[in-house]
């Protein structure tokens, strides 16, 4: 980040529309992980998790960016 970005007036703007792609990124890579880690761990194991990937994803649609998975 350069000094020009913080004398600006609209940084905060700015950091706001990164924090917020950050969180949705997050938020990917945590179905990811939990697709993968369900994967391996098979069917039964998976028991009450299994649907911890698609509650993750579901969070994306939520007009919030600070809604917890």
Same mark, same amino acid.
């Given at each position: 980040?350069?000094? *020009?970005?913080? %004398? %600006?007036?609209?940084? &905060? &703007? /700015? *950091?706001?529309?990164?924090?917020?792609? *950050?969180? &949705?990124? !997050?938020? +990917? =890579? $945590?179905?990811? @992980?939990?697709? &993968? #880690?369900?994967?391996? @761990? =098979?069917?039964?194991? #998976? !028991? /009450?998790? *299994?649907? =911890?990937?698609? +509650?993750?994803? $579901? @969070?994306?649609? @939520?007009? %919030?960016?600070? /809604? #917890? +998975?």
């Amino acid at each position: 980040m350069t000094i *020009a970005l913080w %004398s %600006s007036d609209d940084w &905060r &703007r /700015e *950091a706001e529309a990164w924090l917020e792609l *950050a969180c &949705r990124v !997050g938020k +990917v =890579g $945590r179905a990811l @992980s939990w697709h &993968r #880690a369900l994967r391996m @761990s =098979g069917d039964e194991e #998976a !028991g /009450e998790f *299994a649907d =911890g990937p698609l +509650v993750a994803l $579901r @969070s994306l649609l @939520s007009d %919030s960016w600070l /809604e #917890a +998975v």
